[in-house]
């Protein structure tokens, strides 16, 4: 036999090669939006678009790192299936951040009242759960003034007078944070009492985003700090690390009835949220972006809420860095959040 012949089981035809998990993932990767979502409709069966966008989603990057025409793929899904979920129109925006912008927020805390207004807009406007339990990105936390008494001399440990242990130890005086944040006046502001508002402070050094273990939650141009809520892993890490007590998790199945859905939505912000993620306040993308005010500015009824760009010598929030007494929130702790605190 020649030598440029073959041998007969080298030229019989080849069977399939064993699948494995790595050639899965290569082949995964050249996969088209097309080629999902006919794979979706067959899987499914069904061409109902919350299933068909749901299992799309499963394959999708992390938004950082999609293409302007996955970004755009990915909001044309989600907007079919929210008007055919909530049946009502609605918008997915995708707007990035405006350049020569850095938004920052100040808050008047002896204005405050503390009627919660600000709270409900908050979660009228960004499609919060609404029952069991009500998700609240904003707190305002009401604190009862205290005052040192003779009464309580004799009533420190050990001894009477208290060695180690002062009588007027326990007696609330100041600003503490310990104290309600759900409560339900029949008038405000109660007698006795003074209330410090509380939610996600945009931090220029945000420790959320260093914990993050699969970098969903990242600060946009803007200052913003974001989650793209399809690649939390509900870790609750950055919960953890979150000082300022900011961020919520969905522990079940949120609650938004479809009469109460904003259908003007940003896929960063306010677009519904599902179960096992966390989520928190964006100063209202959808709106900001837009050159208006968040919805918490706009109702309070006494104007204790300012807002707008850091960088704009005439905004708002600037004259007030410049002309009040200002301060941040724990600022020991070298976050240097963009939203402030101050009195006139």
Not at 288 to 294: I, M
Request: proline content about 6%; charged content about 30%; overall charge positive.
């Amino acid at each position: 036999m020649s030598d440029d012949k073959k041998k007969p089981e080298e030229t019989a035809v080849q069977g399939p090669k064993e699948a494995t998990r790595r050639g899965f993932l290569r082949d995964a990767g050249t996969l088209t939006a097309a080629t999902i979502a006919g794979a979706a409709a067959l899987v499914t069966q069904t061409d109902e678009a919350e299933a068909k966008a749901s299992w799309a989603e499963w394959f999708q990057k992390n938004y950082r790192l999609m293409t302007d025409e996955e970004k755009k793929e990915s909001v044309e899904r989600l907007e079919k299936r929210y008007s055919e979920e909530y049946g009502k129109a609605t918008t997915v925006d995708s707007s990035p951040a405006m350049e020569g912008v850095l938004f920052g927020y100040a808050l008047n805390i002896q204005k405050c009242i503390g009627c919660r207004r600000c709270v409900h807009a908050c979660v009228k406007e960004n499609n919060q759960s609404r029952n069991n339990p009500e998700i609240q990105w904003i707190r305002v936390v009401k604190m009862e003034k205290g005052n040192f008494t003779t009464e309580n001399m004799d009533k420190g440990y050990p001894k009477d007078y208290g060695i180690q242990v002062g009588g007027n130890a326990y007696e609330n005086a100041g600003v503490t944070l310990e104290g309600e944040h759900y409560y339900t006046p029949e008038e405000v502001p109660e007698k006795g009492s003074f209330y410090f508002p509380m939610q996600c402070m945009q931090c220029e050094k945000p420790p959320c985003v260093k914990v993050c273990p699969v970098r969903t939650t990242y600060r946009e141009p803007d200052g913003i700090v974001v989650i793209d809520y399809n690649w939390c892993i509900g870790c609750r890490m950055c919960i953890s690390a979150c000082p300022y007590w900011a961020r919520r998790f969905n522990w079940g199945e949120p609650n938004l009835p479809q009469e109460d859905m904003n259908p003007v939505t940003h896929y960063l912000g306010n677009r519904p949220r599902m179960k096992g993620v966390a989520e928190k306040c964006t100063f209202c993308l959808q709106r900001t972006r837009k050159g208006r005010y968040t919805a918490c500015v706009e109702v309070c009824p006494v104007g204790a809420r300012k807002f707008g760009n850091l960088l704009d010598p005439e905004s708002e929030v600037r004259k007030i860095l410049e002309k009040k007494r200002v301060f941040r929130l724990k600022a020991d702790l070298n976050t240097y959040p963009k939203f402030f605190y101050f009195i006139d």
